[in-house]
C-alpha cells in the first residue's frame, strides 16, 4: 500500500492521505472544493461566525471536480480511471439538478458508477464532497 498526496489538491482538514493505492486500485479520501493554500472555499461566503451565508453549488462542482483529477494525475491515474464515485451534498432537492448536469458535462458518454447521498453537514462549510475509487493501468 502507497499513500500519496498531491502537490496541487488542498491540503486536507485531518490526519489522511489524498489516496492511498493498493495494487491497480487507487482509493481517494474524502475531496471538496477547497483550494490549496487558500482559506476561502470557492462559491461560498461566511458570516463572521463561519455560518455558510450563500453558496454557488456550480462553482463548487468545477472546484471538487478539478481536485480529484488533480489526485489522480499526481497518483498516476487519469480522470477516464474513475470507476466508483460516492456524492455527497448537503442540499439534494437544489443541488442535484445542476451537479448532475455538470456530472454529464464531466464525463458524457462513459461515466463511472456513482451513488449520490444529502448528508445534513461536511466537516468544513461547503455543500458536497466526493469519494472517489479509480484503476490504473
Not at 13 to 27: D, E, K, M, Q, S
Not at 107 to 126: A, K, Q, S, V
Request: net charge neutral; charged share 25%; hydrophobic share 35%.
Amino acid at each position: 500500500m502507497t499513500s500519496i498526496d498531491s502537490s496541487k489538491a488542498p491540503e486536507p482538514v485531518g490526519a489522511y492521505p489524498h489516496a492511498r493505492r493498493v495494487g491497480n486500485l487507487l482509493f481517494l479520501s474524502g475531496v471538496g472544493p477547497r483550494e490549496r493554500g487558500k482559506k476561502e472555499i470557492p462559491g461560498v461566503t461566511l458570516d463572521a461566525s463561519g455560518k455558510i451565508t450563500a453558496y454557488d453549488i456550480e462553482k463548487q462542482c468545477h472546484s471538487v471536480f478539478q481536485n480529484v483529477r488533480h489526485i489522480l494525475e499526481d497518483s498516476g491515474a487519469t480522470w477516464e480511471s474513475l470507476v466508483d464515485v460516492t456524492v455527497f451534498l448537503t442540499n439534494m432537492k437544489d443541488d442535484f439538478p445542476i451537479y448532475n448536469r455538470l456530472w454529464k458535462e464531466y464525463f458524457g458518454n462513459n461515466p463511472p458508477c456513482r451513488t449520490t447521498l444529502e448528508i445534513n453537514c461536511l466537516p468544513t462549510p461547503i455543500a458536497i464532497e466526493l469519494k472517489c475509487i479509480a484503476v490504473i493501468s
